[in-house]
């Protein structure tokens, strides 16, 4: 069901509340300040009237593909927003340049329907390149979002957000769309993937590979507002782990040698004490863990995340906020397959169940 009412629908009915409003208080032979009552009983109005910008739909194309997250803006229909969707990314050369025309074609219609408030537990998972559309099926090596959907398993459902997602929408809408995403969702999980450009954390390019500044511009302001509202946790993940600094106001190192350029190493980290300590009472002490990365946070002061782990040569590879709000890491706990992913993934799961949204809330959303 698409919503009935837009924009100028509203204007309209407002201003007719205020003539009817204007009349009824003439009539009661209050002509002097009939103008000034019939103000005040429009803003009275408006205070308990809210427009609904934007909705959220999900997108199932066939039950081999994932479910996308489609904002959808207020008249509009679904079917015109992913018409929107692909002709913006395409008029994009370096969105375009991301995905083969298969790949952009997986996003087409098939199951749709309204997002509310349930009892259900739910984790968004922020796409990053064109596999990511390839469903979870494919056997491509690096289908990160089934990795993590599997690890999350059934107890937590994860939905995948488009890249540049909000394409279409304006500032407003923008605003509109990521309180949305708060109010229907626990966490997001910014996943692994290519280098984050250096433009955007105030560096020139140096040793930094398949860069794209549009894509990252998209994500970072996504994850700035998704931050700020502090409704939920974020969960970044390797390129995540670096893109979710960049966020935060750190900068990267575009090169370290030693931490699996193109290949997957096991090495020991060691955990460190912290305000919370989130990591230490999942982890202990030291652990070993497997990743793949040839870029690294650069060390920094921050008011809001930690140093939770490093690498014996001294990368950064866990950062934690004391809230609990923010958690990366540098390696793949996606890709283990042992008691250390278990224990992990049992810890975001019950962060996610923790968070279920209130349908009493969403009557005044």
Same mark, same amino acid.
């Given at each position: 069901? +698409?919503?009935?009412?837009?924009?100028?629908?509203?204007?309209?009915?407002? @201003?007719?509340?205020?003539?009817?409003?204007?009349?009824?208080?003439?009539?009661?032979?209050?002509?002097?300040?009939?103008?000034?009552?019939?103000?005040?009983?429009?803003?009275?109005?408006?205070?308990?009237?809210?427009?609904? #910008?934007?909705? @959220?739909?999900?997108?199932?194309?066939?039950?081999?593909?994932?479910?996308?997250?489609?904002?959808?803006?207020?008249?509009? &229909?679904?079917?015109?927003?992913?018409?929107?969707?692909?002709?913006?990314?395409?008029?994009?050369?370096?969105?375009?340049?991301?995905?083969?025309?298969? +790949?952009?074609?997986?996003?087409?219609?098939? #199951?749709?329907?309204?997002?509310? $408030? &349930?009892?259900?537990?739910?984790?968004?998972?922020?796409?990053?390149?064109?596999?990511?559309?390839?469903?979870?099926?494919?056997?491509?090596?690096?289908?990160?979002?089934?990795?993590?959907?599997?690890?999350?398993?059934?107890?937590?459902? !994860?939905?995948?957000?488009?890249?540049?997602?909000?394409?279409?929408?304006?500032?407003?809408? #923008?605003?509109?769309?990521?309180?949305?995403?708060?109010?229907?969702?626990?966490?997001?999980?910014?996943?692994?993937?290519?280098?984050?450009?250096?433009?955007?954390?105030?560096?020139?390019?140096?040793?930094?590979?398949?860069?794209?500044?549009?894509?990252?511009?998209?994500?970072? $302001?996504?994850?700035?507002?998704?931050?700020?509202?502090?409704?939920?946790?974020?969960?970044?993940?390797?390129?995540?782990?670096?893109?979710?600094?960049?966020?935060?106001?750190?900068?990267?190192?575009?090169?370290?040698?030693?931490?699996?350029?193109?290949?997957?190493?096991?090495?020991?980290?060691?955990?460190?004490? !912290?305000?919370?300590?989130?990591?230490?009472?999942?982890?202990?002490?030291?652990?070993?863990?497997?990743?793949?990365?040839?870029?690294?946070? #650069? &060390?920094?002061?921050?008011?809001?995340?930690?140093?939770?782990?490093?690498?014996?040569?001294?990368?950064?590879?866990?950062?934690? &906020?004391?809230?609990?709000?923010?958690?990366?890491?540098?390696?793949?706990?996606?890709?283990?397959?042992?008691?250390?992913?278990?224990?992990?993934?049992?810890?975001?799961?019950?962060?996610? +169940?923790?968070?279920?949204?209130?349908?009493?809330? +969403?009557?005044?959303?």
């Amino acid at each position: 069901m +698409q919503p009935k009412w837009n924009l100028n629908s509203y204007k309209r009915f407002h @201003l007719q509340f205020f003539l009817h409003c204007r009349t009824f208080l003439r009539a009661l032979k209050l002509a002097s300040h009939a103008d000034t009552f019939a103000v005040f009983c429009l803003l009275f109005f408006l205070s308990f009237s809210v427009v609904a #910008q934007v909705e @959220l739909y999900i997108l199932k194309p066939n039950k081999n593909q994932f479910s996308y997250v489609i904002p959808v803006r207020s008249g509009r &229909s679904i079917h015109s927003e992913l018409l929107e969707y692909k002709k913006l990314i395409l008029a994009n050369p370096e969105l375009a340049d991301i995905f083969t025309a298969a +790949q952009l074609d997986k996003i087409s219609l098939g #199951q749709t329907y309204l997002l509310k $408030s &349930s009892n259900e537990a739910r984790i968004l998972l922020l796409a990053n390149r064109g596999y990511d559309y390839e469903g979870p099926a494919s056997q491509n090596a690096q289908n990160r979002i089934r990795r993590v959907s599997e690890k999350f398993s059934a107890s937590v459902n !994860t939905y995948v957000l488009p890249v540049a997602a909000s394409i279409y929408l304006n500032a407003a809408e #923008q605003k509109e769309f990521v309180k949305k995403i708060s109010d229907y969702f626990s966490g997001v999980v910014a996943l692994g993937g290519a280098d984050v450009d250096p433009h955007l954390y105030g560096e020139n390019i140096s040793e930094s590979r398949e860069v794209n500044a549009s894509r990252d511009r998209y994500e970072i $302001s996504f994850l700035k507002s998704w931050m700020g509202l502090k409704k939920g946790f974020t969960y970044g993940i390797c390129r995540g782990h670096q893109i979710v600094s960049v966020a935060l106001g750190f900068k990267l190192i575009q090169h370290v040698d030693n931490h699996g350029d193109g290949y997957w190493v096991e090495h020991p980290i060691e955990i460190r004490n !912290t305000t919370s300590n989130h990591f230490k009472n999942i982890f202990g002490s030291r652990v070993k863990v497997r990743g793949t990365h040839h870029q690294a946070v #650069q &060390s920094a002061p921050n008011t809001r995340v930690e140093v939770a782990a490093l690498a014996p040569d001294g990368t950064i590879e866990a950062l934690e &906020s004391a809230d609990g709000l923010i958690i990366t890491t540098q390696f793949h706990p996606e890709f283990m397959d042992n008691y250390i992913s278990k224990k992990f993934f049992s810890y975001l799961r019950n962060k996610a +169940q923790l968070k279920i949204p209130n349908k009493c809330a +969403q009557l005044f959303n």
